[in-house]
């Protein structure tokens, strides 16, 4: 008889005496996993609920998938899109000294055609062009009608779900912002069939082709006219006298920048404070607020602000904000709107990516998780936080494409037109 038909009869005569073959022991790699789905809900099952997420099934789905993982690699790989599901913008696989080598599998760098995208009543325009998207014609506020032969709103869908398996996104608009944006790149060679609409409702049929793009301008839509860069503000006034500054990031000597922006504008009678792509860092939350309490004043709200720098502003305030917003950036634009000192619009919350984290080690010692337990700025959201929700404007403001295609960003000018005819009641602090 042959031994492959002799060793399924020894266990069937095995199984007729109530003795069973003896369990398959775990690989190292199903004990990680074990220990990190049992660890992730202990410390992030907090967010769960605020976030929907379902553990028993990513139980079932990675407790199945880790019996598959044979390698380093492929551990990193199958930890990576655990930590997707958590939903945890600052969710990260860490390598240690085991596995500082250890390299995601070989893909191809992706690049940008030139384009960004927009939401407005329900339908995807053209926010901002230049490179290759530029050089065939596109025009901002033209809607994107199908991509590849599919409705634009299946294209994005798939595109977000893709994304989404690989990627952790601590909420669903900020998938949506961050796929409109830096999601559009691709590998170079790519081509890319879409079908536009213009304004006047004339089709314009396009193949972009990836070739090496470079950064646009991230942030606003639109810049206004006659602006300065310092650091990471950028600052002005507009055509009516109010005064622009757009926050790039929030580092640590963010209020000594905001200084330089007030030396030049803080006596415009309103202010637009964009926040708009702010990419997060860390400061000194009362000494940038203080940057906006006249001097010998305080800001009293849920905490209590006194005035600080040398060049204060005490003027009207309206704050812009999306999903692009992260991180400390969430924190910064938030204490605006929270704190009573500024009237805040946006075309969504921020992205609700802003906690405290830890690193959980895992038993292998190959790899820890780095991972979000406890919510930013329990204060805002009516107790609720940052985290899984972000900072919700007092008023949602969309794109108008008549504006896109004159070259006029919506919300600055909408922000502007507030400033002019201030609503008081929604705002605190009683602005100079």
Same mark, same amino acid.
């Given at each position: 008889m042959r031994v492959e038909r002799i060793l399924p009869l020894a266990l069937f005569l095995l199984a007729l005496v109530g003795i069973h073959a003896p369990a398959r022991a775990q690989s190292l790699y199903e004990k990680d996993v074990a220990f990190?789905?049992?660890?992730?809900?202990?410390?992030? %099952? +907090?967010?769960?609920? *605020?976030?929907?997420?379902?553990?028993?099934?990513?139980?079932?789905?990675?407790?199945t998938a880790a019996k598959s993982v044979k390698d380093e690699? &492929?551990?990193? *790989?199958?930890?990576?899109?655990?930590?997707?599901?958590?939903?945890?913008?600052?969710?990260?696989?860490?390598?240690?000294?085991?596995?500082?080598?250890?390299?995601?599998?070989?893909?191809?760098?992706?690049?940008?055609?030139?384009?960004?995208?927009?939401? +407005?009543?329900?339908?995807?325009?053209?926010? &901002?062009?230049?490179?290759?998207?530029?050089e065939l014609g596109l025009e901002p506020g033209m809607e994107v009608v199908t991509v590849d032969?599919?409705?634009?709103?299946?294209?994005?869908?798939?595109?977000i779900a893709s994304f989404r398996d690989r990627y952790s996104f601590s909420t669903d608009h900020q998938a949506f912002f961050w796929t409109c944006h830096r999601g559009l790149a691709m590998p170079k060679g790519t081509r890319l069939e879409l079908e536009l609409k213009r304004l006047d409702g004339k089709k314009k049929k396009a193949t972009l082709t990836y070739v090496n793009g470079k950064p646009g301008a991230w942030g606003p839509a639109v810049f206004p006219p006659n602006l300065e860069t310092k650091g990471d503000v950028t600052f002005g006034l507009l055509a009516s006298g109010h005064a622009y500054v757009h926050v790039r990031r929030s580092p640590e000597d963010l209020p000594a920048q905001i200084d330089v922006a007030l030396a030049a504008v803080g006596q415009a009678p309103g202010m637009v404070l964009d926040f708009r792509a702010n990419s997060g860092g860390g400061f000194d939350h009362d000494?940038?607020?203080?940057?906006?309490?006249?001097? %010998?004043?305080?800001? *009293?709200?849920?905490?209590?602000?006194? +005035?600080?720098?040398p060049a204060q502003y005490g003027g009207k305030l309206v704050v812009i904000v999306d999903g692009t917003i992260v991180s400390a950036g969430e924190t910064a634009a938030g204490i605006f709107k929270e704190d009573g000192r500024a009237y805040m619009i946006g075309e969504s919350p921020t992205a609700g990516m802003s906690s405290q984290k830890t690193t959980i080690d895992l038993p292998s010692g190959l790899f820890g998780l780095y991972v979000s337990v406890r &919510?930013?700025?329990?204060?805002?959201?009516?107790g609720r936080g940052i985290e899984g929700i972000g900072v919700i404007p007092h008023e949602l403001v969309e794109f108008d494409p008549k504006d896109l295609a004159a070259g006029v960003d919506t919300l600055i000018r909408r922000a502007d037109e507030l400033l002019a005819k201030f609503p008081k009641d929604k705002v605190p602090f009683a602005a100079r």
């Open positions: 990190a789905l049992d660890e992730l809900e202990k410390q992030c %099952g +907090s967010f769960f609920r *605020v976030k929907e997420i379902d553990w028993k099934a990513v139980r079932k789905e990675f407790g690699q &492929s551990h990193l *790989v199958l930890l990576t899109r655990l930590l997707a599901r958590l939903e945890d913008g600052h969710a990260t696989v860490k390598p240690t000294d085991k596995t500082k080598d250890v390299r995601w599998p070989d893909e191809p760098e992706p690049t940008g055609v030139g384009m960004f995208w927009c939401r +407005s009543k329900k339908k995807i325009y053209l926010k &901002s062009i230049w490179n290759e998207a530029k032969g599919q409705a634009v709103d299946k294209w994005l869908d798939r595109r000494d940038l607020m203080g940057r906006f309490v006249p001097a %010998g004043e305080k800001l *009293v709200g849920q905490i209590t602000y006194e +005035s600080r720098g &919510s930013n700025k329990h204060r805002f959201n009516d």
